[in-house]
């Protein structure tokens, strides 16, 4: 006799455990099932805030007290998994003064950072520490001997990796600010530096000697190896990486040194400013640390530094600019584990990225991606060579530098010393059988030249240029001395892209702009009377700090910055007929633009102000980013210009038809 099955039971066997938080998010329309299950892998397997990855998949934004409800529900389950006490930064007070003298005397901070651990208190002779991972066996056993040499014992504790960051944070913050307190006209020799300046035997003459012609670069490079200067370099490496910043700028001026981050394509202060008399030995840690010459002041310098952090390879760029005042230097920070190499995850408008992904499927001829420095150019041609990245496929690079490692690929670093520049390499590659080439950028005909010849026999040519918007990099080529016929028939389409701050989902506020402002932009009140626009809540370091003091609670999302990430913004030209036509007959790029719009080109404009509707951005940043390179401030001064689509002569604007080829008229 067979037993008949018990309905829905396959169901039920198949269907994956969703916590009850998860069926919350479900049932509110926050994300579907697989989502969830995608959001959680995701967030395990990177560590990045659950929030982060949420508006990633879903592209919704995710409320403060649903990420407090995961949190708490995350906290219970590593309880029950690991068998200890869990850690809450929210919920428990933290002793920041007794955290970094623990973390001072009882494990560095480079151990912290290897193993995601942080000493949070002293009880009598046991250390409490929390742990991302308790039972990573390598952490306990150098924790244990560690502390066993000091007399104590260990407790373990688990914490979330988005609290161990906090932790760590506030450390460096520490740090930093008992650096910065130190008077400038302090004697390093004689002063109390038991905070940070342990030993520094660095002297005000320092600087004369640095300055000197012949100097000796013993005492520079002593200096440069001592310990303080050391954790100070660190922990300015540190703070960058684990505020996710781009670029690191420490500058040189009349009376101290000023250290800078850019971060989400925004220059801040990093630090207080540093006294005058340390920055000979902390620009020469760095020189070394590049593998640069000390003794070299009067030239720029490029040179690299490479670090392992939370077993990820992270690789410093590192540039010397001799100033009035010393060698500035600006490190550019290559950390491929938080690339997203993807155009699904890069571009929003679904239209602009099914166009995009048909142009790079085609078999040969040129593509260009558009945009100023740090707009995230190399992001998506690279997100473009990892869709066509086949066993079938072969694919060459020549770039300045290489910025990622991609499986499959063939790259080359330019080196201009030893004449191996994008020409010859690409010259170079035609005779290597290749399916697919990028050039980094295409800065000089012999470059342009190349390219158009590879694109027109037979090959994917993928390269960048420096321009406003998609149409400019016609005229750009075109300025270079690429003749038209040539750039007509090869060129498939253009890219221009930005990149905007991303509004932070946390601390944001609706708010409802005046008329006058919408019009600025080309909204109408009437079209967008149910829209909910936000505004960032960004306070600066000097607020920062002053609620710090007082115990007032800042955004733990963004930080109190108002913003968190960015989000790219493009603006595609696909090369039709019309616009062949026109490149062949050297039309203006106000022309061009025009065509291309009518062809359904969406500005950049454009795009940035749907993301403005979807609640991802602000028109604050779409003004700082966009508006510079719209027209639309010309336009709305009444400074339209009326071109004849045939012979291109400036017409008047009553006039109906061009009086020299009796073609109806056309405004741009």
């Known amino acids: 006799m067979s037993l008949s099955p018990i309905p829905g039971r396959r169901a039920l066997q198949t269907r994956k455990a969703v916590s009850p938080l998860g069926e919350k998010m479900i049932k509110l329309g926050l994300l579907s099932e697989d989502q969830y299950h995608t959001a959680i892998k995701e967030q395990r397997r990177t560590k990045r805030a659950l929030g982060d990855v949420l508006q990633d998949i879903t592209g919704k934004q995710v409320s403060p007290e649903l990420l407090q409800e995961f949190k708490i529900q995350q906290l219970f389950e590593l309880k029950i998994l690991y068998g200890v006490q869990s850690f809450d930064v929210d919920r428990e007070v ?135 200067i050391i954790k100070l370099s660190n922990t300015i490496l540190l703070k960058a990486i684990d505020q996710g910043v781009s670029d690191i700028h420490i500058e040189p001026q009349e009376d101290t040194m000023r250290i800078r981050f850019r971060r989400d394509g925004v220059l801040q202060e990093a630090f207080d400013p540093l006294p005058k008399r340390i920055i000979p030995a902390l620009v020469s840690r760095f020189k070394i640390m590049s593998e640069l010459d000390i003794a070299e002041r009067r030239q720029p310098q490029d040179g690299r530094i490479r670090r392992n952090y939370k077993g990820r390879s992270i690789d410093f760029r590192v540039s010397t600019l001799p100033s009035r005042f010393g060698e500035k230097i600006v490190l550019r920070i290559l950390d491929n584990s938080n690339t997203k190499l993807g155009l699904d995850q890069l571009i929003t408008d679904q239209a602009t990225l099914d166009s995009f992904r048909e142009m790079i499927a085609k078999p040969y001829g040129m593509i260009l991606v558009t945009g100023p420095t740090g707009s995230g150019k190399t992001t998506s041609l690279y997100s473009a060579l990892a869709e066509r990245n086949t066993p079938d496929v072969n694919i060459t690079t020549a770039e300045d530098p290489v910025e990622y490692t991609l499986p499959g690929i063939t790259q080359v670093q330019v080196i201009r010393e030893k004449g191996m ?118 306070l600066s370091n000097q607020e920062i700090d002053e609620c710090k003091r007082t115990g007032q609670s800042v955004c733990s999302t963004c930080n109190g910055a108002g913003y968190k990430g960015r989000i790219g913004v493009y603006e595609l030209l696909r090369l039709s007929d019309k616009l062949r036509d026109l490149i062949n007959r050297e039309a203006p790029t106000d022309m061009l633009r025009e065509v291309a719009i009518e062809e ?69």
Not at 98 to 112: A, N, T
Not at 619 to 647: H, W, Y
């Open 421 to 538: 520049d994008f020409a010859r390499i690409l010259r170079a590659f035609l005779r290597q059988d290749p399916d697919i080439m990028l050039v980094g950028e295409t800065r000089d005909l012999e470059t342009a030249k190349t390219a158009v010849e590879a694109a027109l026999t037979g090959h994917l040519v993928l390269t960048t240029l420096h321009t406003n918007d998609a149409p400019g990099a016609i005229a750009r080529l075109a300025e270079m001395g690429v003749e038209p016929f040539m750039l007509s028939s090869s060129l498939i389409g253009i890219l221009a892209q930005r990149l905007l701050r991303k509004v932070c989902s946390g601390c944001r506020m609706p708010y409802t702009p005046s008329e006058e402002r919408l019009h600025a932009f080309g909204l109408l009140t009437s079209r967008v009377s149910s829209i909910t626009f936000y505004r960032a809540q960004s």
């Open 600 to 668: 359904g080109m969406k500005t950049l404009l454009t795009y940035s102000l749907q993301l403005v509707i979807e609640g991802r951005t602000t028109l604050e940043e779409v003004e700082r980013v966009t508006l510079s390179d719209s027209g639309l401030e010309a336009a709305q001064k009444g400074n339209t210009t009326l071109v004849c689509r045939t012979c291109f002569a400036s017409l008047h604007p009553e006039w109906l038809d061009c009086p020299y080829c009796t073609t109806p008229r056309i405004a741009t």
């Open 94 to 228: 933290l002793d920041k003064d007794q955290v970094v003298k623990l973390v001072d005397g009882l494990m560095p901070l480079e151990v912290c950072t290897r193993y995601q651990v942080v000493p949070v208190r002293q009880v009598d002779n046991t250390a409490v520490v929390a742990m991302v991972d308790p039972e990573d066996l390598q952490a306990l056993d150098d924790i244990s001997r560690r502390l066993r040499a000091k007399g104590l014992t260990l407790q373990r504790i688990v914490i979330t990796p988005e609290d161990y960051q906090r932790v760590i944070s506030n450390y460096l913050d520490t740090q930093a600010s008992e650096l910065a307190s130190l008077s400038p006209e302090e004697d390093t020799g004689t002063a109390d530096m038991d905070k940070l300046y342990d030993s520094l035997d660095v002297g005000d003459d320092l600087q004369e000697v640095a300055d000197e012609e012949g100097a000796d670069l013993g005492q520079l490079s002593r200096a440069a190896e001592d310990a303080p």
